[in-house]
């Protein structure tokens, strides 16, 4: 009886102990899911899913969320110039700058290519307008590895009640494209 008593128990304890090893892969997974590879953000995935809940909670509550869009100026001369690896590592460095320079409760992940989103949560024009230019501003300001100097054109909308969050993004894209022809490193909306 105790022999068998201990052979239940190491089998309990192996259990548990593969239990939490599939608990943490599980998580690993997770979270591969929803970052971007290369700059750790989130990636488009992960920035769909908080649109949609915050659509839904400003829509509940009746409340605003900002979105800002920016690309990177002139990108493709950096990729064509140097390559690549220096494009990617001018991506990270964007991404870093981002993550320091927003909010503790705004969302930044990397949209597609060199444009980036950032969600700002709970927020009117007016503070959205001071998240995207602090962020302008800590761009325009860095000093990159190998290109030394960059700056990234910046499109601002807030989330209106009666519209959709294509069209919410379309109005930030909109914008981003107008700071784009009307001379770069600028934020529109």
């Known amino acids: 009886m105790f022999y068998w008593n201990r052979k239940i128990h190491k089998t309990n304890i192996l259990l548990g102990t593969m239990q939490?090893?599939?608990e943490e892969k599980n998580n690993i997974l997770k979270e591969l899911s929803i970052t971007d590879r290369l700059t750790g953000l989130y990636n488009?995935?992960?920035?769909?899913k908080v649109l949609d809940d915050e659509k839904a909670r400003c829509?509940?509550?009746d409340d605003k969320f900002g979105v800002v869009l920016?690309?990177?100026d002139h990108f493709?001369?950096?990729n064509?110039?140097?390559g690549h690896q220096v494009g990617d590592i001018v991506?990270?460095?964007i991404a870093n700058i981002l993550k320091s320079n927003i909010r503790s409760t705004d969302i930044v992940g990397r949209w597609g290519g060199e444009e980036f989103l950032i969600i700002c949560i709970k927020s009117d024009l007016e503070a959205t307008k001071i998240v995207a230019e602090k962020c302008r501003k800590a761009i325009e300001n860095y000093n990159f590895t190998?290109?030394?100097h960059k700056t990234s054109s910046f499109g601002v909308a807030v989330s209106d009640k009666s519209e959709s969050i294509k069209e919410t993004i379309t109005r930030a894209d909109d914008k981003l494209y107008k700071a784009k022809e009307t001379g770069r490193n600028k934020i529109v909306f």
């Open 20 to 22: 939490k090893e599939l």
């Open 44 to 48: 488009r995935h992960k920035l769909d």
């Open 59 to 61: 829509d509940r509550y």
């Open 70 to 72: 920016l690309d990177i």
């Open 76 to 78: 493709k001369s950096v």
């Open 80 to 82: 064509d110039t140097y």
């Open 91 to 93: 991506l990270v460095e």
């Open 146 to 148: 190998t290109i030394k």
